[in-house]
């Protein structure tokens, strides 16, 4: 029985000391641009709606890596330091505000949101050393229910990753969904014009 218990600590042993060795985790963030919006002068901030879906896929903690056309990997030491489901919506929001339009953008409806904006996110992946991509759908809509602009619109982009790392892929996925929140904006722009 001793022989047996002293087998079972050695054998603890080593498992914890493999633990210990193993390398720690990279935490990656997308962030918006760091351009403010010129606020003064500008009229009251247009109260706007935001919801954004992701694939189940996506929501996870490590990073996706594009390996082929149906191929994908995980990054198990490079991970997202708050979930994407929570991270995107975030960094839209803030992009939106930072654009023309002066917005207030909420994640739930508020008392006088005068626009719903629906973005649902199909692929945000890529693979370090070759290319980022984003394809998403997206809709404005006036709060109110008005029948104009009820389509959804497509987007599908790429972007150049620089170097090899995982820093590259990341920088590459902000400056997509920097050009998606441009997108909206514009179209929200039009939309209030008409």
Same mark, same amino acid.
């Given at each position: 029985?001793?022989?047996?218990?002293? #087998?079972?600590?050695?054998?603890?042993?080593?498992?914890?000391?493999?633990?210990?060795?193993?390398?720690?985790?990279?935490?990656?963030?997308?962030?918006?641009?760091?351009?403010?919006?010129?606020?003064?002068?500008?009229?009251?901030?247009?109260?706007?709606?935001?919801?954004?879906?992701?694939?189940?896929?996506?929501?996870?903690?490590?990073?996706?890596?594009?390996?082929?056309?149906?191929?994908?990997?995980?990054?198990?030491?490079?991970?997202?330091?708050?979930? =994407? /489901?929570?991270?995107?919506?975030? #960094? =839209?929001?803030?992009?939106?505000?930072?654009?023309?339009?002066? %917005?207030?953008?909420? /994640?739930?409806?508020?008392?006088?949101?005068?626009?719903?904006?629906?973005?649902?996110? =199909?692929?945000?992946?890529?693979?370090?050393?070759?290319?980022?991509? %984003?394809?998403?759908?997206?809709?404005?809509?006036?709060?109110?229910?008005?029948?104009?602009?009820?389509?959804?619109?497509?987007?599908?982009?790429?972007?150049? #990753? /620089?170097?090899?790392?995982?820093?590259?892929?990341?920088?590459?996925?902000?400056?997509?969904?920097?050009?998606?929140?441009?997108?909206? /904006?514009?179209?929200?722009?039009?939309?209030?014009?008409?």
């Amino acid at each position: 029985m001793n022989q047996k218990l002293a #087998v079972c600590l050695v054998l603890l042993c080593i498992a914890s000391a493999g633990c210990a060795t193993s390398p720690p985790a990279r935490l990656y963030l997308l962030n918006p641009s760091s351009a403010q919006a010129d606020t003064q002068g500008q009229e009251m901030p247009i109260l706007v709606q935001l919801q954004v879906q992701i694939p189940d896929y996506l929501d996870r903690p490590q990073i996706v890596v594009r390996q082929g056309k149906n191929r994908l990997s995980l990054a198990e030491l490079d991970r997202w330091a708050e979930p =994407l /489901s929570r991270m995107l919506p975030r #960094v =839209l929001s803030q992009e939106l505000a930072q654009g023309p339009l002066p %917005l207030q953008v909420n /994640s739930s409806s508020a008392t006088g949101t005068e626009y719903n904006i629906w973005v649902q996110i =199909l692929r945000l992946d890529g693979k370090p050393g070759g290319r980022a991509h %984003l394809r998403a759908r997206w809709r404005v809509r006036h709060a109110d229910g008005d029948s104009g602009q009820k389509q959804s619109h497509f987007v599908s982009r790429t972007a150049r #990753v /620089s170097g090899q790392d995982m820093e590259g892929l990341v920088q590459a996925h902000e400056l997509l969904v920097r050009e998606l929140a441009g997108e909206v /904006s514009q179209a929200l722009q039009a939309r209030r014009k008409s």
